[in-house]
């Protein structure tokens, strides 16, 4: 109860502390502005200088000069409890700004790394927290341009931090009653929900386990997902991650089919299945015909749009019968699952005739397509992956040997 206490109050304290400096700043702005309009109004024309003949600086608006003329802003501060100082560059010419024997502070430069983006780039500056004679100020900064538009000096506005921290404590008091009474309250409900949450935590924790080993098709607990607090968002969110992973690790970008690498544990499920409850299954590995020509013809946009418009007949065809993957360039393997051989053939070859029907317009020309595909059968004998894949090349090659735009299912 005292660590929920502490987090809540210092955290209020940051929050309290943030909206204070953001109040100072645009106050600061604000008087900062009506100041410089004020100055235009009562001093027409551009701000300047001039050295007399001992060296010393005036600093001029139109023909009213600065030095020595404290009445407006000694007005101006009392009125607003800010001090104002005009510098000639990043020398003060006139201030409110006094040290501990009551003179005022002219005889010290502003810090280069404040004044010189200000007088370079004409920037308006904040700083919180700035020191002065080993007190803090909240100042706001804005140049003085002369008749070309480049800063001979700066405008500095500023205000004690130590009032504005006692501002601060004064708000923090009540915040550190509720404080205390919330956090009393609380933990008189915080064992009985304590076992609940974690529990849910545990699942969502033990499904974004099961992403990281890659088990994309593990399901979030419906407990999580319907409670509609911010358990829930965490599980959408972990929902929304793990199929956008899915997609990034399973899916090839350009066809929306599987890709090579997601291949291998896909397959591996299949022929386990076989294995546990001799589900027979086909496989066929095929490519486009000629695909090379469709790249140096036409370009390889093109390419990708043959690639595309084939992997979408692929995606509908096996709906229901198996998956399709992409194998890598122009070769495509589909997996025929719970299927035998004349079943699969048949299939093959109403697939490549949707294949041939394909028409790709390019610029007013209508492009068509084939296909060369070897089929095996797998679940006959025990073999690997890479057994079947090799299997169904080799009739693939054959296929392309002799003719292409065809399936071969046997040697």
């Not at 299927?339 to 492009?367: Q, T, V, W």
Request: with cysteine.
């Amino acid at each position: 109860m005292l660590i929920l206490v502490l987090i809540v109050v210092l955290s209020g304290a940051f929050f309290i502390s943030k909206a204070f400096d953001d109040n100072a700043k645009d106050a600061l702005s604000e008087l900062h502005g009506a100041i410089m309009v004020s100055l235009d109004e009562m001093y027409p024309g551009d701000y300047s200088y001039s050295k007399d003949e001992e060296g010393y600086v005036h600093l001029f608006k139109g023909e009213h000069e600065f030095n020595g003329d404290t009445a407006y802003i000694d007005l101006l501060s009392e009125k607003t409890d800010c001090d104002i100082t005009i510098t000639y560059y990043e020398y003060p010419v006139i201030t409110t700004i006094t040290d501990d024997s009551g003179l005022r502070m002219t005889g010290y430069s502003i810090n280069s790394e404040i004044a010189n983006p200000v007088l370079m780039n004409n920037e308006y500056l904040f700083y919180d927290k700035a020191s002065f004679n080993d007190k803090q100020y909240y100042i706001y900064y804005g140049p003085l341009l002369d008749e070309h538009g480049n800063a001979v000096g700066m405008l500095a506005v500023s205000r004690k931090a130590e009032s504005i921290r006692k501002l601060i404590i004064k708000a923090l008091i009540p915040v550190l009653v509720i404080a205390v009474l919330s956090s009393f309250i609380m933990c008189l409900f915080v064992y009985r929900y304590s076992n609940v949450l974690i529990s849910l935590i545990r699942k969502i924790q033990s499904y974004m386990k099961s992403i990281s080993e890659e088990d994309f098709r593990s399901e979030l607990s419906p407990e999580v997902l319907k409670r509609g607090d911010e358990l829930s968002e965490m599980g959408e969110s972990a929902v929304k991650t793990a199929s956008s992973l899915r997609h990034m690790v399973e899916e090839d970008q350009l066809t929306g089919l599987l890709n090579r690498r997601s291949a291998y544990k896909r397959f591996g499920e299949t022929i386990n299945n076989y294995t546990e409850k001799g589900v027979r299954f086909c496989v066929a590995l095929g490519d486009i015909d000629f695909f090379k020509n469709f790249n140096d013809t036409y370009g390889h946009d093109v390419g990708d749009k043959v690639l595309s418009c084939v992997s979408c007949v692929f995606r509908e065809f096996m709906r229901g019968k198996g998956y399709a993957i992409r194998w890598g360039g122009e070769e495509f393997l589909l997996v025929f699952e719970n299927m035998k051989m004349a079943r699969a053939e048949e299939l093959m070859h109403s697939l490549l005739d949707e294949i041939r029907n394909l028409e790709i317009e390019n610029e007013g020309e209508i492009l068509k397509i084939s296909m060369t595909f070897g089929l095996t059968e797998c679940g006959l004998y025990d073999k690997k992956f890479d057994e079947y894949i090799k299997e169904a090349d080799d009739r693939l090659y054959f296929g392309k040997e002799n003719g292409r735009d065809r399936l071969v299912s046997s040697l």
